[in-house]
């Protein structure tokens, strides 16, 4: 899932390098916290949150189908 992540967000942003993934696991859920470059900021949420919308939906269903645990993604600033 980790993978799937930055494979997503590094096609969003201006720079790929400076993107960062931490996966914290508790006994029910698992956080992604994503890391990006604040000029970047603005292209991962998207228009009305729209592109930050899809990649959770994208999380949470692969993440549902590999371990069935609840998928978290929030975005460090």
Not at 25 to 49: N, P
């Amino acid at each position: 899932m980790k993978e799937l992540l930055e494979h997503i967000v590094k096609a969003i942003v201006d720079s790929p390098d400076e993107v960062k993934v931490k996966v914290v696991e508790s006994d029910t859920t698992r956080i992604f916290e994503l890391t990006v470059v604040k000029d970047d900021l603005g292209k991962v949420i998207g228009k009305r949150g729209k592109n930050v919308g899809a990649i959770r939906t994208l999380l949470s269903a692969s993440n549902a189908k590999a371990g069935g645990k609840r998928a978290i993604l929030e975005i460090i600033e």
